[in-house]
């Protein structure tokens, strides 16, 4: 099969080489507060960005570097950086999630950036969920239903989301990879200073939103400021409300090592230094 590849907009990259040439201005005008949320997605990261973002001092943008082609990251990084300065942000952060940066993207080496960045004093903001059955569930039910996170500002009342079936070792086999991915990136973080936050602990409840974003900010050496974040939430937290087969899951999960993540078993606590 013949292939056809569009040509580069000449527009597109020229816009793109202003925006590298800007970069080289962050260390003047970018703010000097700067962290980065780093995390498997679907773990509260973009209710956290969302929670930032409605701080007044703060810019925090979302999946900046999900392109994987892109060349330079982390110089489209410090012009991100640059404009928030100019809009007068005194801190800037963006998320990125461990899929983006593993395997190892030609033009961003995951383990020498975020030491680089951490040398420098930006903040790591480490997420993560304990059940990483949850996780997947989330990624692959909203593959087939479709959207990502509806809004207050869409309109009306959000309806649940209807539980659907999944082949359990499609959801074995994702979650392998995320325990992995995860697992990796702890270890690549192990020497890195970092601060963690556990979605099941510290988002899950609305009523935590403010002290989790409070120590962000606190850390970033800011003044807490009254946050919000206008994401819906429409899937149900327990598993059988989400998995219209979650008894052949179950089956599958029981005899795993991954059985602590059904639902009627705890799950083991972690570490979150």
């Known amino acids: 099969m013949l292939i056809l590849t569009p040509r580069p907009d000449p527009v597109a990259l020229a816009r793109r080489g202003a925006s590298y040439g800007l970069s080289f201005l962050s260390p003047l005008l970018a703010p000097s507060k700067r962290f980065v949320l780093l995390g498997p997605g679907r773990c509260g990261t973009e209710l956290l960005v969302s929670l930032l973002q409605s701080h007044p001092d703060v810019v925090c943008d979302s999946e900046i570097l999900a392109d994987p082609s892109m060349l330079l990251p982390a110089r ?3 012009w991100r950086a640059t404009q928030a300065g100019l809009r007068g942000a005194k801190a800037y952060g963006f998320k ?3 899929q983006q940066v593993r395997p190892k993207r030609p033009h961003l080496d995951a383990p020498s950036y975020f030491r680089s960045i951490a040398r420098r004093g930006d903040l790591i903001v480490l ?7 949850q996780v997947a569930t989330s990624y692959l039910s909203t593959e087939a239903v479709g959207g990502w996170h509806p809004r207050e500002s869409a309109g009306g009342a959000q309806p649940r989301g209807r539980a659907v079936s999944i082949d359990p070792a499609r959801l074995m086999s994702a979650v392998w990879s995320l325990w992995v991915e995860v697992e990796e990136t702890r270890h690549q973080l192990r020497d890195v200073p970092h601060i963690s936050i556990i979605y099941e602990d510290d988002l899950e409840d609305p009523t935590q ?3 989790t974003t409070d120590r962000v900010i606190t850390a970033l050496g800011l003044a807490p ?4 974040s206008d994401l819906v939430r429409v899937a149900g937290p ?4 989400r998995l219209a087969n979650y008894d052949e899951v179950a089956a599958v999960f029981g ?8 639902d009627e078993r705890p799950a083991p ?3 979150t230094q």
């Open 76 to 78: 489209y990084v410090e």
């Open 238 to 241: 327990r598993l059988p409300d």
């Open 255 to 262: 005899r795993s090592r991954f059985a602590h993540y059904l």
């Open 127 to 133: 997420m993560g969920r304990r059940n990483l059955l």
């Open 96 to 98: 990125v999630l461990i």
């Open 269 to 271: 606590a972690q570490s």
């Open 225 to 228: 400021h009254a946050v919000k």
């Open 209 to 211: 939103h403010q002290a």
